[in-house]
């Protein structure tokens, strides 16, 4: 059976950023095959206008499908299940599928019908990404126009659930593997650094925080989180299961902004073979809690055996498999550690050593 399809679904208030980052990870995409699904309101697609024809290398005009029937989460049978099989279906099917929500969608619905016997063999929640205005939620809002949420909010014949801003709020966090906290760059110094703590103090284990300015974050960060969402949905407990919206991310900055990858690091780590891998497993993983390092991944040479072992870790969450011999490569355990600038490389380095 063929692998199934990662998804990513992308969700925050209106205006929180997330058009932005899409546009951002198009531009970075490496040639990776992305197809896009974007939860519009309304008669005109803003977001989807400024995807669509956006001149992206493997970004087509038919990679990009708009949803414009109301809220996404209140018309998954009727428009997300057969919108997803008909991109299941295509021939020439998507190396990864990015789903951008309205600002007024609950993500547990929508995570919740990846479950449907349909789609449930072909594809799989990589990871959910909340996107939060921080300057606006540093000054205890949820969104920068508030007014601009309530007029969605009357404008949207088909929601059926009414929810506060503040549970919404709570729901779109219970539900992230990764919260990125945008518009650093508007915000007070050290105020992005404390709110970041503050909302991974209240997130669940495992969910990483990032700060981002425009959205600008590595792809490498962004997809590859093999979170298997739809399979956890208990650790993701709604607050609210009536649910109340917030528009769609209306985010109206240009995209021709700065990347921002200074913000962010990488390096590798080399070290001889291990003898326990089991035990080297468990390192990594106290080793990314300590550093708090975004993503490990690389190979492991194992004593005793031919195989090299490939190790991916996500947060604290480490994955391993033998997957090929090491041929003519070198036995020797590499390892590429990425981050939010500031890592302590000498640190990190000599605890993957020990």
């Known amino acids: 059976m063929p692998a199934k399809i990662p998804a990513t679904v992308v969700t925050g208030f209106l205006g929180a950023g997330k058009t932005t980052l899409i546009r951002h990870m198009l531009d970075n995409a490496g040639g990776k095959r992305i197809a896009l699904i974007i939860n519009e309101f309304g008669d005109l697609g803003v977001d989807g206008g400024i995807l669509k024809g956006c ?44 789903i951008e929500t309205s600002g007024l969608a609950l993500p547990q619905p929508l995570i919740r019908a990846f479950n449907w016997p349909g789609i449930s063999t072909r594809v799989t929640v990589d990871g959910v990404v909340t996107v939060v205005d921080g300057k606006a939620v540093a000054e205890g809002r949820f969104a920068h126009d508030i007014a601009a949420i309530d007029a969605q ?82 650790a993701r407990h709604e607050v609210h299961h009536h649910h109340d919206h917030d528009d769609e991310d209306g985010d109206h900055h240009d995209a021709e902004h700065h990347h921002g990858h200074d913000e962010f ?36 040479a194992v004593a005793g055996k031919p195989m090299r072992l490939t190790l991916q870790a996500v947060g604290p969450r480490v994955d391993t498999h033998f997957d090929r011999p090491f041929g003519a490569d070198p036995r020797e355990t590499r390892l590429v550690v990425i981050g939010e600038a500031g890592l302590d490389r000498a640190a990190i380095e000599a605890a993957l050593a020990a």
């Open 265 to 300: 690091e990488s390096f590798v780590v080399t070290r001889p073979e291990v003898t326990d891998p089991k035990a080297f497993a468990a390192q990594v993983s106290e080793v990314i809690r300590a550093h708090d390092i975004l993503r490990l991944k690389g190979f492991v």
């Open 153 to 234: 909010r009357a404008a949207d014949d088909g929601l059926d659930h009414e929810t506060p801003l503040s549970e919404l709020f709570e729901d779109q966090i219970a539900a992230a593997d990764m919260i990125v906290v945008n518009k650093t760059d508007l915000m007070e110094p050290g105020a992005a650094e404390t709110l970041a703590a503050k909302l991974k103090s209240e997130a669940r284990d495992g969910v990483q925080v990032v700060r981002a300015t425009m959205g600008a974050l590595p792809v490498e960060v962004l997809l590859g989180q093999g979170a298997a969402a739809e399979t956890d949905m208990e």
């Open 55 to 98: 001149g992206i290398e493997n970004c087509r005009d038919e990679d990009v499908v708009e949803l414009s029937n109301g809220c996404i989460c209140c018309t998954v049978a009727d428009d997300f299940i057969p919108t997803m099989e008909k991109l299941l279906d295509r021939e020439d099917r998507p190396d990864h599928i990015v």
